[in-house]
């Protein structure tokens, strides 16, 4: 069992490049999150998803696009990659049940803009 | 959007019991509290949830008065490899999970 799974590790971007950030989860979770985490910070909830067609804006949206055609995957665009948009990207997933079922992170995408 | 407020930072020593206590003034209904950990370059890590009194797991205790307004998360005699960032947080009704800033423990020998 992967759980949640990202790809790339790692990234450079020139400035104005773009770039998707993929995530896929196999515990058949309903919801799926991503975060961003800016060095020495907590992290901040991009785009969420509680099923497949249905996404909404999270904390901080400006920038980035995501989709979600299946359960599995839930990617993240950067159209017009920005140094603002260094950081390190968290994709998560849960059940969505009542209660705050526990989230399961994957292992993140470090993503340098220069 | 609800919002808990915990220490930036604390310091302990192996071996001994640390509290982290965090509030949440306007805490919903329906809402659980749950605490994470994150160690450098990872994601958080579920450590343990709860609605009210006390909850016991292998790892730790949490503590929920009456009127559910704050948290303590308990870690009996902690160790160097405690040291992380800790973070509480219950799910809003429009089903986002916001993180707040967390608090920084280090852990000293």
């Known amino acids: 069992n992967a759980g949640v799974t990202q790809t790339p590790k790692f990234r450079i971007l020139k400035i104005g490049q773009s770039m998707t950030l993929q995530c896929t989860q196999d515990?058949?979770?309903?919801?799926m999150y991503w975060y961003r985490q800016d060095p020495g910070m907590g992290l901040k909830l991009i785009y969420y998803?509680?099923?497949?067609?249905?996404?909404d804006k999270g904390e901080v949206p400006n920038g980035y696009n995501v989709s979600r055609s299946t359960t599995e995957d839930f990617p993240l665009r950067l159209e017009l990659a920005a140094p603002s948009q260094t950081s390190v990207y968290f994709c998560?997933?849960?059940?969505?049940?009542?209660?705050?079922?526990?989230?399961?992170f994957g292992s993140g995408t470090q993503l340098s803009v220069l | 959007l609800a919002k808990t407020t915990q220490p930036i930072s604390m310091d302990s020593y192996e071996g001994q019991e640390v509290n982290i206590t965090c509030s949440h003034n306007?805490?919903?209904?329906?809402?659980?509290i749950t605490w994470y950990q994150q160690f450098p370059s990872q994601g958080p890590r579920f450590i343990i949830q709860?609605?009210?009194t006390k909850v016991t797991n292998e790892v730790a205790s949490l503590f929920i008065p009456a009127d559910r307004k704050s948290s303590t998360l308990s870690l009996p005699r902690v160790s160097l490899s405690d040291t992380a960032v800790y973070y509480c947080?219950?799910?809003?009704?429009?089903?986002?999970?916001?993180f707040g800033k967390g608090t920084r423990l280090h852990i000293l020998p």
């Open positions: 306007n805490i919903a209904t329906n809402d659980y």
């Open positions: 998803s509680v099923g497949a067609g249905i996404t």
């Open positions: 998560a997933s849960n059940t969505g049940l009542p209660t705050n079922e526990k989230l399961f």
């Open positions: 515990m058949n979770h309903n919801y």
């Open positions: 947080l219950f799910m809003n009704r429009d089903d986002k999970i916001i």
């Open positions: 709860g609605y009210k």
